[in-house]
């Protein structure tokens, strides 16, 4: 069997294409009696293949030329396997501790071959609808972004590699139109695509189509995501894009990836935590109440962008004579200018979280894509209660982020909404 033209694999022929491949049959020891291969793939868009042998494991991740979940008729670039082979190394390469390796990529067959990340591993998601607390979990997410980002900015490159990298990224052109499209405007207007929580958040989706000033608030944070190459981002982290342990935490699934605007990253976090802090009473029990967790979720996202801003900056601060060319070491050469500099820079970063944040909640409610924390909660008028306050929410954050000084301000906002 000949591997050199494009053709989706099944279990037989991954088993073949495993053995003429030395960097992912040398994984597994060469031995294939006893492999137990299983299809994974529960996300919208790729095949999954776990591979688990006696001596060895590993996944192999194959794009689908159209969007899965939909079918032939939403046609979609397989290239979209190229650059996330390319972020994962990249970023792996930045944040080794919580990126999956990379064992081979084919652009041929669109296949990325990668680390197995073994039981007890879950998606963080549902650890989120479970009630599980991580307790490394913000730290690692502040680690992972602020190197992936820090590192992939012209705080760290010359203007020459940022550009060069910038024009790659360009390629990914597809998937960032299909963020256009459900983040920023379908969830605007009246689309095929949209569904929600109905009758219950007919109103309410209504309501988002004519609300003005939401509209120009959403309008600013879309140029902003097509036009502004500031880092080497994921492109859609949220809780479905991590893999959790009590004490490891693993971003996946890059596929989004290009030269954006840093926010969109930690907003798309941020955000998914404050949906999963609005699902929880839908998930209350008379044994578990939940509140006790609503607090760990809160704390998690304090703890979470203060500990990215405390390592951004210490980043920033430790090669500020290195390549970066964004502020050359000879104009701001004193602490006093540097500490202006930083301070409205992550003030900037901080409300651009917010709003992409925002923008991400609202999507989640009334547009294509909905989050399991809610699709869960199997009572559509209890799960339309709690979609609602995280819809209203997400909208003052969009409409009034620019009024929040710090992640406290946010945090005590969320708990009055609740």
Not at 82 to 107: C, I, M, N, Q
Not at 127 to 148: N, R
Not at 383 to 388: I, L, M, P, Q
Request: aromatic share 12%.
């Amino acid at each position: 069997m000949s591997f050199d033209e494009f053709k989706p694999l099944n279990e037989k022929s991954l088993v073949e294409y495993i053995k003429a491949t030395p960097a992912l049959s040398s994984r597994l020891g060469d031995k294939y009696d006893d492999l137990v291969i299983k299809e994974v793939g529960d996300g919208n868009l790729n095949f999954v293949f776990i591979v688990v042998g006696s001596t060895g494991s590993l996944v192999i991740k194959q794009a689908l030329p159209y969007i899965r979940c939909i079918g032939e008729s939403w046609p979609m670039t397989k290239e979209r396997a190229y650059f996330e082979a390319t972020t994962l190394r990249k970023h792996g390469g930045l944040s080794p501790d919580h990126v999956p390796e990379v064992y081979h990529f084919d652009r041929t067959m669109a296949l990325i071959g990668m680390r197995y990340l073994e039981p007890p591993h879950i998606i963080l998601r549902k650890g989120l609808v479970a009630g599980i607390e991580y307790p490394f979990l913000a730290e690692h997410m502040a680690d992972y972004m602020a190197k992936t980002l820090f590192f992939t900015s012209l705080l760290y490159h010359d203007t020459t590699e940022h550009k060069r990298a910038v024009t790659e990224f360009c390629g990914n052109v597809e998937l960032c139109r299909l963020t256009e499209q459900v983040v920023f405007s379908d969830p605007y207007r009246v689309s095929t695509f949209n569904r929600w929580t109905s009758p219950y958040l007919d109103d309410d989706a209504k309501a988002v189509r004519e609300d003005s000033a939401l509209k120009l608030e959403i309008s600013e944070l879309k140029s902003m995501f097509c036009e502004r190459a500031q880092a080497l981002i994921h492109g859609d982290l949220h809780t479905g894009s991590v893999m959790v342990t009590q004490d490891s935490t693993q971003v996946i699934d890059p596929e989004f990836s290009f030269y954006g605007p840093m926010g969109f990253d930690i907003g798309a976090y941020l955000g998914n935590l404050i949906l999963a802090f609005f699902a929880q009473d839908g998930h209350a029990t008379e044994g578990n109440d939940r509140k006790e967790y609503k607090q760990w979720i809160l704390r998690t996202i304090e703890q979470t962008w203060n500990m990215f801003n405390k390592r951004f900056i210490a980043l920033w601060d430790q090669n500020k004579d290195g390549p970066g060319e964004a502020y050359l070491a000879d104009i701001y050469n004193s602490t006093e200018v540097m500490q202006l500099v930083q301070e409205k820079y992550m003030r900037s970063l901080f409300h651009d979280s917010l709003g992409f944040g925002a923008a991400k909640m609202i999507r989640r409610i009334v547009g294509v894509a909905h989050v399991e924390d809610f699709e869960s909660i199997k009572e559509d008028e209890e799960r339309a209660v709690c979609e609602r306050k995280a819809l209203e929410f997400g909208k003052m954050l969009l409409k009034e982020r620019r009024k929040f000084k710090c992640i406290g301000e946010v945090v005590s906002a969320i708990q009055q909404q609740s």
